[in-house]
């Protein structure tokens, strides 16, 4: 069925994106993948050409347009070639509400030109070793000491966390008033007590930076805090976790789609028994399987994202996007691997990267598990 989600300004703007990723990422990324991070300087390129923060009020240097299909088309393009590496959907899809919508003009001035230039590279710090998919749960906190807050704590998986200028961190201001007791904090590069620790060494995406980050009594300005109150952090968490899930969602589909059309092209030129492999009942079944459920999941993202830019996105339709499309998207890629053959368990056929690129979708921006627990509580029981 013939999508019909972007329009014309959308068709040009991709052709833009692929062509910076077509000059300025392809030829580089195996390279950044044994490096196990991306260069600042591929940040600040994209922000020339207009990459980040759309929904930047222009006199801040954004473009001003509140149109979650450009966020799409980027992470379409991006996944569309393997460029697993890139944290822009981090910075483009998750952050940027938090520094758009949570920010005071004094804020905007200081952080949202850096943001657009891809000169002020942004991440979040949820996650701590001892909680994960419980978010009450965290230990770091943030004591107020006349105008700077005292933050303490260890944050764990934080994607662009050896490149990140900005972190929001999630912090306990009031340890005994439970999910208001919460607020968040953008702790900066340089920030004294506030150091990295290692970039992890992953299963896959080897060229994300992914960092432990820790915080020994880092002297934060309350002209930090995020929102006009203190202990606002969970709800402004909450507010923008459909986001963050539908970005990955989109990563999902699109991820999915490509493997699945590269598969569709192998199955005709690889020959077993003296026929295509693709000529075998097996082989069409199974792609015809894959190629009807992702078309589903496709339109229903493509309602989502209609639905985010109408403002009437909500938590559950986001948490059902998350964990029917990563989920289908790490078994579309395993049947895609599967007929490759061996030739799938090799690294130089993109299918491979793909497999182990895709694991940690079900996993991050909350489990699938996780999301089955907000739906199931939508029932009322
Ligand atoms: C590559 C990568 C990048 C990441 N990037 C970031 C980032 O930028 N910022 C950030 O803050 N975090 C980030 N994360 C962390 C990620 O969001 C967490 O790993 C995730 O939320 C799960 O938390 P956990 O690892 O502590 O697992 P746990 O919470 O310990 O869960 C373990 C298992 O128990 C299940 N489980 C837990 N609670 C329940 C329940 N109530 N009912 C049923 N099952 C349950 C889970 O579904 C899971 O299967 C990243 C993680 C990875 C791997």
Redesign the pocket.
């Known amino acids: 069925m013939q999508r019909d989600l972007f329009e014309e300004e959308h068709q040009l703007f991709r052709e833009t994106v692929r062509e910076f990723l077509a000059r300025e990422v392809a030829p580089h990324h195996d390279q950044w993948e044994k490096d196990g991070i991306v260069p600042r300087e591929v940040w600040k390129k994209a922000g020339e050409i207009g990459m980040f923060g759309f929904g930047v009020p222009e006199e801040y240097g954004g473009a001003g347009i509140t149109d979650f299909r450009y966020n799409a088309v980027i992470v379409e393009e991006v996944i569309g070639i393997g460029a697993s590496g890139l944290g822009y959907s981090?910075h483009n899809d998750v952050m940027a509400p938090y520094f758009v919508d949570l920010t005071n003009d004094e804020q905007k001035a200081r952080w949202l030109p850096g943001f657009v230039s891809g000169e002020l590279i942004t991440?979040?710090?949820?996650?701590e070793p001892g909680?994960?998919?419980?978010l009450q749960g965290i230990r770091t906190t943030a004591v107020r000491e006349g105008d700077h807050y005292v933050l303490n704590g260890q944050?764990t998986?934080?994607?662009n966390g050896i490149n990140s200028d900005l972190v929001v961190v999630v912090a306990k201001t009031d340890p005994t008033a439970g999910a208001r007791g919460t607020s968040l904090l953008v702790v900066e590069r340089g920030m004294e007590g506030f150091s990295r620790g290692r970039n992890l060494e992953?299963i896959g995406?080897h060229a994300q930076d992914?960092a432990e980050l820790f915080f020994d009594n880092v002297r934060v300005p309350a002209a930090n805090l995020l929102g006009a109150e203190e202990g606002q952090g969970f709800f402004q968490l909450m507010g923008n976790l459909p986001q963050e899930r539908l970005s990955i969602a989109v990563m999902a589909v699109a991820a999915a789609e490509t493997v699945l059309q590269a598969t569709i092209e192998y199955c005709k030129s690889r020959k077993a028994f003296g026929r295509s492999i693709g000529s075998f009942q097996n082989t069409r079944f199974v792609l015809a399987e894959l190629d009807t459920e992702v078309e589903i999941a496709r339109h229903y993202v493509d309602k989502c994202i209609r639905a985010l830019n109408a403002k009437e996105l909500t938590v559950v339709d986001a948490a059902k996007a998350k964990w029917w499309t990563t989920e289908l998207q790490t078994k579309v890629i395993d049947r895609c691997l599967q007929l490759h053959g061996g030739y799938g368990y090799m690294m130089e056929y993109p299918v491979a990267k793909a497999w182990v690129d895709s694991r940690?979708q079900t996993?991050?921006?909350?489990?699938?598990?996780?999301m089955k627990?907000i739906i199931g509580r939508s029932f009322g029981f």
């Open positions: 981090l991440a979040v710090g949820m996650t909680a994960g998919s419980d944050k998986f934080i994607t992953k995406m992914t940690v996993i991050y921006g909350g489990t699938t598990e996780i627990e």
